[in-house]
């Protein structure tokens, strides 16, 4: 290989995850948002018994009652909320809004946290301070102004605790409207959509402690390192017990590779690390359903052969002939598939295939761990159910050691699911709402992410009330959703901190600014805690222990209590002053419609609280015929754009110092990208097929959606050849996402499809 040029910014890093530069990223951190010493007291507080849940990830505690775990990316999460730098009612006099939409959205972000509520102001083009009653008067009156409470969309980001999401959701539905657009819909909405018909409920079936029992462990789609680090103990402890950890991902992400825990000081003083992935298998991007009729492919050849010895063969005919239905279907399906089309579109050998399958076959007890790279697919949902089938065909559902664990993105995304925050309603909540709070709630389904910003462009919707996140940054097609947004009567953010989608100014705008998970929140019943779910459906408190960063800041709950009462004005009689000055009474709302939170203030109180029932863990299975179903998935490939000569699909995914929207700082530290994320990772005959060289300023075209007329645009990325598999690319999210279109998404979940994006390279223009 001829030499390649110095790039700036980009250089190999061959450290293992984890270890000493870890913990200098968090003393960089701590300086960088000022936070002096006390800072290491408020990240031990995280995760405690105590304390507060780590707004970081979803992944859960050992009990929720173990001593400090360290984590990089918490205690940065931690760090970025308890930031001693703010934006006061000075600097929104010091900058106008059109200036301010010049500004990076790391600027936006960087300022600081928010201080005070603020409207507004056309005539000075300024956001100015407005006391918090009189907001409240402002966007009731702007509410109940619209011809018709549908026109109006909830956005919730999953940050927000079980008590806020719990009375947003009654609030919209008092007000007459199911309009749910959740950072859900962006995430894991292939799994609450395609695990139900599969296994009868939308979660995850393994606790922590099946880890321990575990035989095989799976990794797809995922980069624990970066987005749910505490996971590492749980994978480094199986790594250490010889359990194989099989990873498939098109990247060599460092942390599945190796990791060096910083509370090992054996580790840390030898520079030593603990190796992860046993087998790393790098794919193709959206090779996944490939892989896993593969890997089941082998498993129905070893059954075969295994029976034809007088064996009994490698299927658990019990568990497939007594809880199951549907598995002939799937036979046929596999037997239909070619090996051929299988490596093809994988990527991958079948003698590779064929021994992650004997892998899987060997292991009694297997987990099956994914993320974004099975989900954000244009066939998400039926990428889930694979993984379901590939489970049940050894029983790997329901019992100690095995199961599937989706890793959920926001801290508490599951529970906003869980309490009521859901376009689609069924018949038991609106029948628990209206006897519990008194109305009659609708009925008619509502419009998810996708379908909001639809509506905003369409003018079918004019309001939009966004419980904390950055949804027009997150979302596919910035044009056309930031026009969306524009075009709106009202715009009301809950916030913490200052974010682009502020700044999509409607007619009325309004900017919030409430308590983060962090601070003490007290009521006039004194100091509240809230409640969280994790993505293993253990459900704990959460108590701020900080001082909030600023007087004038209020509680999520009771920002969303003050606008409906100004919106519903006493209808129907829900007691919302009660509610926020004593929590316990929302608790008491949500365990009267939900039955599975029976003593909820009571078991909330317990050391490390109590786990939601999730009967598939019982063999009891949700769905109309009582049986979990092997589902088929139609052929292997996603988008036959990608099958056009000189097209690449594209993934886009987070850096190491990124929280989703919220950029810590320009490093990718493990991928060895340094102070820029202006970056296409391609591979080295891609470069060369496109007549390009490392270092090369590129433009990237989206094919577009229906294969002719204009696909998004971005211009002026820098690419560099890096290991990943031919006919696949990545950049960072959100920079990119103007590629993808919003008609790109997995049509049963409404997922868009942020990692398959049909692109073609050229050098700049
Ligand atoms: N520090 C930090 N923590 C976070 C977040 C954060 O941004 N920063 N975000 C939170 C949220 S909301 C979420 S949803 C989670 C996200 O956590 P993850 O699910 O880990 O999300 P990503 O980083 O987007 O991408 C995951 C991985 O998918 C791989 N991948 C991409 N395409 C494919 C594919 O087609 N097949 C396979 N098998 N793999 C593929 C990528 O190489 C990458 O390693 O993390 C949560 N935690
Ligand atoms: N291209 C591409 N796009 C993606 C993804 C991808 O992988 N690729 N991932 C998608 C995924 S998985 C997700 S979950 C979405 C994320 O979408 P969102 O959840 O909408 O975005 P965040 O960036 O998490 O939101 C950040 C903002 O939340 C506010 N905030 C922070 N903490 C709090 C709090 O405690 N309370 C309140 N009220 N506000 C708070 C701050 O003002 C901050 O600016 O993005 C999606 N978009
Ligand atoms: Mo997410």
Sequence with gaps: MAQRRDVPGIRPYDHSAGGWDALRAVATALRRQHVPARGTATLLRNNQPDGFDCPGCAWPDPKHTSSFEFCENGAKAVTWEATRKRVTPEFFAAHSVCDLWEWSDFALEGEGRLTHPLAYDAATDRFVPIAWDEAFARIGAALRALPSPDLADFYTSGRASNEAAFLFQLFARAFGTNNFPDCSNMCHEATSVGLPDSIGVGKGTVSLEDFDHADA??????????????????????????????????????????????????????????????????????GDTAVLKGMMKRVLERDAADLAEGGKGVLDRDFIGTHTLGFEDLR????????????????????????????????????????????????????????????????????EGAGICPLRGHSNVQGDRTVGVTEKPGPALLQALERVFGFTPPAAHGRDAVASVQ???????????????????????????????????????????LNRSHLLLAKESFILPVLGRTEQDMQAGGPQSVTVEDSMSMVHASRGTLKPASEHLRSEPAVIAGIAKATLQGAPGIDW??????????????????????????????????????????RV????????????????????????????TLMTLRSHDQYNTTIYSLDDRYRGVFGRRDILFMNEADLVANGLEHGDKVDVAAVAPDGVGKGGVVTGLTAIAYDIPRGSAAAYYPEANSLVALANHDRRSGTPAYKSVAVRVRAAA
């Design 455 to 497: 509506a905003m462009i369409e003018g079918r919707s004019r309001a939009l009330i966004c419980l904390g996140g950055n949804l027009a940054v997150a979302m596919p097609d910035p044009a056309a959703t930031f026009a969306g947004m524009r075009k709106l009567d009202l715009a009301v953010h809950m916030a913490t901190k």
């Design 577 to 618: 002053d009660g509610m926020i000055a004593n929590y316990d009474l929302i608790r008491t709302g949500i365990e009267a419609v939900f039955p599975d939170f029976y003593d909820f203030n009571a078991r909330i109180r317990a050391p490390g609280g109590f786990r939601l029932d999730v009967p598939a863990c019982r």
């Design 621 to 648: 299975w949700r769905t109309p015929s009582g049986r979990a179903h092997f589902l088929v998935a139609e052929g292997l490939d996603e988008d036959p754009r990608s099958r056009s000569p000189g097209v690449l």
């Design 217 to 286: 462990i799976f990794s797809i789609g995922h980069n624990p390192g970066t987005n749910h680090p505490r996971m590492m103990t749980t994978l480094r402890e199986a790594s250490r017990r010889g359990v194989p950890i099989v990873v498939f991902n098109p990247l060599k992400e460092r942390a599945l590779e190796r990791f060096a825990s910083p509370q090992d000081p054996v580790e840390m003083a030898s520079f030593g690390a603990t190796p992860i992935a046993s087998v790393y298998h790098q794919l193709r991007v959206g």
């Design 332 to 399: 046929a399906d596999l037997d239909a598939t070619s090996w051929e089309d299988i490596e093809a579109k994988s990527g991958l050998s079948r003698a590779a295939l064929e021994a992650a399958g004997d892998i899987y076959v060997k292991a009694e007890r297997v987990i099956l761990c994914y993320g974004m790279g099975v989900t954000q697919h244009a066939h998400g949902t039926s990428n889930v159910q694979q993984i379901a089938n590939f489970l049940m065909l050894r029983g790997n559902m329901g019992r």
